[in-house]
Nanobody, 130 residues
């Protein structure tokens, strides 16, 4: 099974940028659909972005479209989330998640659901100051 470790979080001013990484070990990342989720204080964990196994399709929640970009480097076994134009409301713990499913593509709702993903990282804190 795959193990996931996030990094790259930190404190940034509004309007700034961060790039999160999710390093995978124990298995080949190309076998997994990957997602990013976040949980703000006092709120439920929510979907942020997802990318299919081969990287051919990406999905975003509306609040981050045009600001965040999810990508993957299967050769490096690493998932990324480039976050630009950060806002205070982006403050949260960010988690990467992996789904080892056989098909190349599924519906958007499949990728948005936390129940889809079998493996989760420990999270990395992102704090955006105003």
């Amino acid at each position: 099974q795959v193990q996931l470790v996030e990094s790259g979080g930190g404190l940034v001013q509004a309007g700034g940028s961060l790039r999160l990484s999710c390093a995978a070990s124990g298995d080949t990342l190309s076998s997994y659909h990957m997602g990013w989720f976040r949980q703000a204080p006092g709120k439920e964990r929510e979907f942020v972005a997802a990318i299919t196994r081969g990287g051919g399709s990406t999905y975003y929640t509306d609040s981050v479209k045009g600001r965040f970009t999810v990508s993957r480097d299967n050769a490096k076994n690493t998932l990324y989330l480039q976050m630009n134009s950060l806002k205070p409301e982006d403050t949260a713990v960010y988690y990467c998640a992996a789904d080892r499913a056989p098909k190349l593509y599924y519906t958007v709702s499949y990728y948005r659901s936390q129940d889809t993903y079998e493996y989760w990282g420990q999270g990395t804190q992102v704090t955006v100051s105003s």
